[in-house]
C-alpha cells in the first residue's frame, strides 16, 4: 500500500489477557517505530528497528512488552497480560533513512477492561 | 537526561493572526528538527524538517526557526485559519544522524473563526 497500515483499529480486551498489534511500513523504508500515546498525552516512544541492527528497546515499560520485525517489513508488537493503565493508542511509524519523515500509521485503540 | 518542553497549554488565536509554537530541548546537540500536525483519533503528519545548519525554513503559510544556542525552535503560522485547529508536536533526533527521535508533548492549536 502507499501508507503504514496498522492492525486493528481497535482492540477490546480483559485484564490479563495478550493482545498482538501488527504494523505494515512503507515498502522499502528500513526504519521502523512504535510509540503510545495515552489520551490527551504526547508520543512515548517504545521500541525502533533499523535495518538488520538489534532494535533499540529503551523505551519498552516492562518486560511484558516485546516487539519484532522480520527483515524490513512486517513488525508485531505484543503486550502480555495486559493491565488496565496499557490503554492507549499505538502508533507505528517508518522512515526512509536518518533525517527523515516518519510516515505514521492511524494507530491501534487499545482498551483494557 | 534529555527533555523536549512545548507549551501544555492551548493556544487560542483568532483567524488571520499568526500563531507561534514554541518547542525548547536540553541536554541535546540534535542534527534535525521536525514538526508534526496531528489531528484527534489520526497519527500525526510531518510538516517541515529543520536542519542544524538552517536558521529558517517556510512552507506556504508555515515557518520553522531552529536556534541551537537557545536550544529552541519556533513555528508559526501565518494567515491562520479555523482549518489551522490541531496539535502540533516537535520531534528531534536523539543521537546525532541516527534514526531516533523522541517527540515533545505538543500544544494544541485553536483558531478561532
Known amino acids: 500500500g502507499a501508507g503504514v497500515s496498522q492492525s486493528p483499529s481497535n482492540k477490546v480486551t480483559e485484564k490479563g489477557k495478550d493482545v498482538e498489534l501488527r504494523c505494515d511500513p512503507i515498502s522499502g523504508h528500513t526504519a521502523l517505530y512504535w510509540y503510545r500515546q495515552r489520551l490527551g498525552q504526547g508520543l512515548e516512544f517504545l521500541i525502533y528497528f533499523q535495518g538488520n541492527s538489534a532494535p533499540d528497546k529503551s523505551g519498552l515499560p516492562s518486560d511484558r512488552f516485546s516487539a519484532e520485525r522480520t527483515g524490513e517489513s512486517v513488525s508485531t508488537l505484543t503486550i502480555q497480560r495486559t493491565q488496565q493503565e496499557d490503554s492507549a493508542v499505538y502508533l507505528c511509524a517508518s522512515s526512509s533513512g536518518p533525517g527523515g519523515t516518519q510516515y505514521f500509521g492511524p494507530g491501534t485503540r487499545l482498551l483494557v477492561l | 537526561s534529555q527533555k523536549i518542553e512545548q507549551n501544555s497549554e492551548a493556544l487560542n488565536i483568532q483567524e488571520g493572526k499568526t500563531a507561534t509554537l514554541t518547542c525548547n530541548y536540553t541536554?541535546?546537540?540534535?542534527?534535525?528538527l521536525q514538526w508534526y500536525r496531528q489531528d484527534p483519533g489520526r497519527g500525526p503528519v510531518f510538516l517541515l524538517l529543520i536542519r542544524e545548519n538552517e536558521k529558517e525554513k517556510r512552507k506556504e503559510r508555515l515557518k520553522v526557526t531552529f536556534d541551537t544556542t537557545l536550544k529552541q525552535s519556533l513555528f508559526h503560522i501565518t494567515a491562520s485559519q479555523p482549518a489551522d485547529s490541531a496539535t502540533y508536536l516537535c520531534?528531534?533526533?536523539?543521537?546525532?544522524?541516527?534514526?531516533?527521535?523522541?517527540f515533545g508533548t505538543g500544544t494544541r492549536l485553536k483558531v478561532l473563526a
Open positions: 541536554n541535546y546537540s540534535p542534527a534535525y
Open positions: 520531534a528531534l533526533d536523539i543521537r546525532r544522524g541516527t534514526y531516533k527521535y523522541i
